[in-house]
């Protein structure tokens, strides 16, 4: 038994040493501990979604496919997946899989949990095009969805089976074990059996979660070698970055990007970082300003936006510009669209547009939201003053910011997007099209831009199962939009890892941010 | 006494009672809180319906009864960001506060005195003059500015180069006057020591004491200038006293004139002027701490306004208000028990 | 202050060339060192308009390629920005120009405002005297053991969160004013108190009251013209006061936006950029800001020495 004194930030917000046993029970046994800026919520998957959640979903459950780094699907609990018709998939399931609890996996066991997303307040829009999932035996599973729906893998992908056994019944008080219950003390939220890498063996809610190795875990080619991993929220940025140079944690995530230098020099550190996803743009209201109606003013406004001096003057090089919404690895990528920059010709069309003296527009952006967001807003700003258009430029705090841009409170707004799907029709949905307050279209778009015959392109792409097929169409939307200038895309966030040397977490991170932590290793003489 | 200790329990309840209503009405000031807690497709009926359950529809004075009442449980609500009771919260954030004002006092009990009563001692000295001037420069400059440039010197590090670097003599001079950097300058460390509850001290040992010195002189370099002065000021009216002057007609040592009767009677307006400080000192621990990251009290209270965490404000304002009313009321009491020529009554705190 | 009675008829000019006050001037060379570079300061920073190379509230000058260059001593620099820029690229020289205008301007305007408040309550409290004086003089203990600032970051953060974010920053200038002007006022109410109950004892009050006069006649044309120095003596003082406040309300991210920046919100978003090395952004607005405050805090306590009123002690 060694006791070994470690610094945990015990609780959100501050930096407490807690004295812990390290259950270690022999000393080849392998630690991660990890800070996060937060910690999930419960420990049920289904309450929220959320990327805290998601990433415990990975450590304690295993989903039917995932994501590798380079936008692939890997098989995990299913092993092949073959199209029967236009709306129905068939999914041969891994044999040998065990939960937690002893329980074997089994088909039935992905039926229930279809079901009961689709009861999650939270997951069921997102599991909404499913109409239906059956066991035809042990280890098939056929899912059948409302119209041809081609995301269907990338839905597999938040689909984390759950022991259905287990879940099923009811609680001594007569509660039914299964049930959702938001912020509640549900049996869920407080017990799990999944098929993952990780057991919870301890939590306590905002002070840490101790996980152990499954031994039953299925995956046995897995490099994986760590054996516990404790798990501790640390919200303050410089605390949790201070906590990983001091080494009393392992692994951190996020790195916040003021850190980044100090983190990058330091010797016993290093920091990885992946082009994001998560596209940062402006939109340009189409009913506040009428000049917004011209697609030549629009385009005047793009061509007036340097995006490579914000990427690397402003973000230090921690962000990708930005020529479209899809980032490169989306099937709607298209990598024909480039920059624009050019205040000459965004001066000619202003002329040609008969604006030539510009005009006046007001402009908003969150102030804490996205890494420098008031700052890039200024930078925008001075841009557009290049074409003579006097910008009114105000900055909120997040917590403000959402109700100013669902009242749509200033003519250009600034927004930050990431597909959930993984899938560049996610952009379009709810950024690009016409807003319909009745089917949730456009939600995002505080722009008003309507296109129908883009939005028709979207709607066909959405009906076509082919891949190669369907990214072909994705990408003629992207740039039709790119054509027609239908918002301002800046640029897409990086992300930052940072882990003690020998923590080996390069392999395991990807560009959705949750680490499949099963894969980690941490070499051992380190 | 007694009517005094009645009179200024009075006058703590009515601060109190003032600053509960100040709190009160921000909150009922910031928008529907009913947003906060549903999701946007919840229909207008419901949220109606929840609103009535949580008796925000009560006519205003209800709705503070309740408040107060529930404040005199210390029962001030979940703060919206952290998501659990605020008096958890501020109890978490309390002690890296209040160990970061014991240092900087330690600090300034340390050097004020003697500074302050060698400048009375010997006002024309040229050192008693160098003081006197960096006091003046001192309180000029504001407590986060002080920070940022010890930041640049001891965390940062400056190099100078003047001097001929190739030579010996001329890079000897210039490391003289060039700093490495490497003090920490960011929150509390982790080699914190668990005392009981929610404390852990950064006291206990030299890893995590070094975290406490930039912060606390900083948060000292503000408020030494004052007592300085203030020393000095009090302790030259006292050397022209007249029993002073009897005193060292009677041979009495000067040393023990100066630091045993001298300082004595000094000390009575400095601990007045003290107490009334703690209040500038909350006010500059908030600046402190934003610039240090030092996560106490007023760094959380920082957050609390950007993130519009309303319970959590109200919670700190409260909080801060009890500590600045007993603190007052303290001081007055320990005044009118040193000093009982003051007539307690009608006396300007 | 004195640079106004400068211009008054040259009656006026003999009898100020002939008072003590141009005497010590005359004879205390720190004084006139400050009041030079306190002189150069502030016209530097009202003329900004035509002294600054750029705008910085106007964007069009504002590149973002030249962002965080360093100032002319340092390798790297441009000729064009001798202070060098900000992280925004824009020219540090014309922005701490314009920021002093900013914090100048609301240090005025606060204490005209506390000016005002004070010496309102301050003549009623002195003058009325029984439960006025009570209620207004305990008004001001409380204002004051909560200390000036701490008032003020609570206003700050109660009109933020009242107000929201947008509009907060819109009317920042005005909001500041009135912020430290409600926080700072019982300095004022406390010394004309005092000078008041120093003067209503005297016998032209009496007289003047025997003659029949009302109160607020015999306040504000008796006893108001003499305590004219205590209140004049203060506002030095009070104005350095109110630029700091302005300043770390701006720190705390309270007070002016960074697209109005005043020397304080200069320094904190600054402050962003010193661990990348860049320390001018923040380290320049601030020493200009710790000279101007000292000056004005020297030119204070020569004043004191030389005007020697009745201040309120403690």
């Known amino acids: 038994m060694t006791f070994k004194k470690t610094l945990l930030a015990t609780l959100v917000g501050a930096a407490f040493s807690l004295p812990l046993i390290a259950s270690a029970q022999d000393s080849d046994d392998i630690t991660l501990r990890m800070a996060y800026d937060a910690d999930p919520v419960s420990l049920d998957i289904h309450e929220q979604l959320a990327g805290g959640m998601l990433q415990l979903s990975h450590m304690s459950f295993d989903p039917l496919v995932r994501w590798t780094q380079d936008f692939e699907f890997e098989p995990r609990l299913a092993t092949s997946w073959n199209q029967v018709d236009d709306t129905t998939m068939r999914f041969t399931l891994r044999e040998g899989v065990k939960f937690h609890s002893g329980n074997d996996f089994t088909a039935k066991d992905v039926v229930w949990t279809i079901e009961r997303l689709k009861r999650s307040p939270d997951y069921k829009a997102i599991f909404e095009p499913i109409a239906s999932a059956e066991a035809i035996d042990a280890t098939t599973v056929e899912i059948k969805t409302k119209k041809p729906y081609p995301l269907l893998l990338n839905l597999a992908t938040y689909l984390f089976p759950m022991d259905s056994e287990f879940y099923s019944g009811t609680t001594e008080s007569g509660k039914d074990k299964g049930a959702i219950v938001k912020n509640g003390n549900s049996y869920a939220s407080r017990h799990m059996s999944g098929t993952g890498p990780y057991v919870v063996t301890e939590r306590q809610q905002g002070v840490k979660i101790e996980f152990e190795r499954f031994e039953g875990y299925w995956d046995k080619k897995s490099p994986g070698n760590v054996d516990h991993i404790v798990f501790t929220p640390i919200s303050e940025n410089a605390t949790r970055v201070a906590a990983l140079l001091s080494g009393d944690v392992g692994f951190i995530a996020p790195v916040p990007p003021n850190d980044l230098e100090r983190v990058r020099e330091d010797e016993n550190v290093n920091l990885e970082t992946l082009s994001g996803t998560r596209i940062i743009l402006f939109q340009m209201n189409e009913e506040r300003v009428e000049a917004f109606q011209d697609p030549r003013v629009r385009k005047a406004f793009a061509y007036a936006v340097n995006q490579k001096a914000i990427a690397e003057r402003l973000m230090k090089g921690f962000a990708t510009p930005a020529a479209q919404l899809s980032p490169k690895g989306y099937d709607g990528h298209n990598p024909d669209l480039e920059m624009r920059y050019d205040v000459e010709r965004a001066e000619e069309l202003m002329a040609e547009a008969g604006y030539a003296d510009g005009f006046s527009i007001t402009m908003m952006a969150p102030n804490n939201r996205y890494v420098n967001d008031a700052r890039i807003a200024q930078a925008v700003a001075a841009m557009l003053a290049r074409i003579d258009v006097t910008v009114d430029l105000k900055t909120l705090p997040k917590a403000q910011y959402w109700t100013a841009f669902d009242d749509h409170a200033a003519d250009m707004m600034m927004i930050g997007w990431h597909s959930d799907t993984e899938d560049s029709a996610n952009f379009y949905q709810y950024l690009t099209q016409c807003p319909d307050a009745e089917t949730g279209a456009g939600q995002y778009n505080s722009g008003m831009y309507c296109n129908p015959e883009i939005d028709a392109m979207v709607a066909a792409a959405n009906l076509e199962t082919d891949r190669g097929e369907r990214a072909k169409m994705l990408q003629a939307v992207e740039k039709a939009l790119y054509e027609d200038a239908a918002f301002i895309p800046l640029h897409w966030q990086d992300l930052a890892w940072a882990a003690r040397d020998g923590v080996n977490i390069a392999p395991v991170i990807n560009v959705m941010n949750f680490p499949y932590l099963g894969d980690l290793v941490i070499e051992q003489d380190k | ?349 | ?314």
Not at chain 2, 67 to 80: Q, R, V
Not at chain 2, 284 to 312: C, H, K, N
Not at chain 3, 237 to 261: R, Y
Request: net charge neutral.
């Open chain 3, 1 to 314: 202050m004195s640079n106004a009675t400068t211009t008054t008829p040259p009656t006026h000019w003999a009898r100020f060339r002939d008072s003590y006050l141009f005497y010590s001037f005359k004879h205390d060379w720190i004084a006139q060192v400050c009041f030079v570079i306190f002189v150069i300061m502030v016209s530097a920073a009202l003329l900004a308009p035509w002294l600054a190379s750029i705008n910085p509230y106007d964007l069009s000058q504002v590149f973002i390629l030249d962002s965080e260059l360093p100032p002319f001593w340092i390798d790297g620099s441009d000729a064009k920005y001798p202070l060098g820029t900000d992280a925004l690229g824009r020219d540090m020289l014309s922005t701490i120009l314009y920021g002093a205008r900013v914090s100048l301007i609301i240090g005025f305007g606060a204490v005209i405002l506390q000016a005002l408040i004070g010496v309102t309550f301050g003549l009623l409290a002195g003058y009325l005297g029984g439960r006025v004086d009570a209620f207004l003089m305990r008004l001001a203990d409380i204002q004051l053991s909560f200390s000036t600032l701490m008032v003020a970051i609570i206003v700050g953060a109660v009109f933020k969160a009242t107000f929201g974010g947008a509009t907060y920053s819109e009317h920042a200038v005005l909001l500041l004013v009135l912020i430290i002007g409600l926080a700072e006022w019982p300095q004022y109410a406390r010394t004309v108190r005092a000078s008041v109950l120093a003067e209503r004892s005297k016998e032209y009050v009496d007289a003047a009251r025997v003659m029949g006069f009302r109160a607020k006649r015999i306040m504000f044309r008796h006893i108001l013209p003499n305590t004219l120095s205590p209140i004049f003596v203060i506002s030095t003082v009070q104005i350095a006061n109110a630029i700091i406040s302005e300043a770390a309300l701006s720190f705390l991210g309270l007070g002016m936006p960074e697209t109005q920046p005043s020397l304080g919100s200069l320094i904190k978003s600054g402050f962003d950029y010193l661990q990348s090395g860049s320390w001018w952004i923040t380290l320049l607005p601030g020493a200009v800001l710790v000279v101007l405050v000292l000056v004005i805090n020297l030119l204070g306590d020569w004043l004191r020495d030389v005007m020697n009123p009745r201040l309120y002690k403690g």
């Open chain 2, 1 to 349: 006494m007694i009517a005094f200790l009645i009179k200024r329990l009075f006058h703590a309840f009515l601060v109190m009672f003032v600053i509960s209503v100040i709190s009160f009405a921000i909150q009922d000031n910031l928008g529907d809180p009913i947003q906060q807690m549903v999701g946007q497709s919840v229909p207008e009926s419901e949220r109606e319906a929840l609103r009535e359950e949580l008796g925000l529809n009560d006519p205003f004075l209800v709705q503070y009864v309740r408040f107060a009442k529930n404040a005199m449980h210390f029962d001030f609500g979940y703060s919206y960001f952290y998501n659990q009771p605020t008096t958890e919260v501020i109890l978490r954030h309390l002690p890296a506060t209040l160990e970061l004002v014991a240092a900087t006092t330690l600090l300034i009990v340390l050097l004020s005195v003697p500074i302050g009563v060698y400048s009375a001692i010997r006002p024309r000295a040229l050192l008693a003059r160098f003081f006197m001037g960096v006091s003046t420069v001192g309180i000029s400059i504001p407590v986060f500015l002080t920070a940022i440039v010890l930041i640049q010197i001891f965390a940062i590090g400056v190099t100078f180069t003047p001097f001929p670097s190739e030579t010996g003599w001329g890079s000897w001079l210039n490391d003289l006057i060039s700093t490495d950097g490497g003090m920490p300058a960011y929150g509390r460390g982790h080699e914190l020591t668990h005392v009981f509850g929610t404390w852990y001290t950064n006291f206990a040992g030299w890893d995590s004491l070094i975290y406490l010195v930039l912060p606390a002189v900083s948060l000292a370099s503000i408020m030494l200038p004052l007592f300085i002065r203030l020393i000095r000021a009090e302790m030259l009216e006292v050397l022209q006293s007249e029993y002073v002057k009897f005193a060292k007609a009677k041979g009495i040592g000067m040393r023990r004139i100066y630091f045993l009767h001298a300082l004595k009677n000094t000390m009575l307006p400095v601990i007045t002027v003290g107490g009334v400080q703690i209040g500038t000192l909350v006010a500059y621990t908030i600046l402190t701490e934003t610039v240090f990251q030092w996560p106490g009290m007023g760094l959380m209270f920082l957050d609390a306004i950007e993130r519009s965490d309303i319970p959590l404000i109200v919670t700190y304002l409260m909080v801060v208000g009890l500590i600045f009313v007993i603190t007052n009321t303290l001081v007055d009491l320990i005044y009118g028990l040193v000093n009982p020529t003051v007539k307690l009554t009608g006396k300007p705190a």
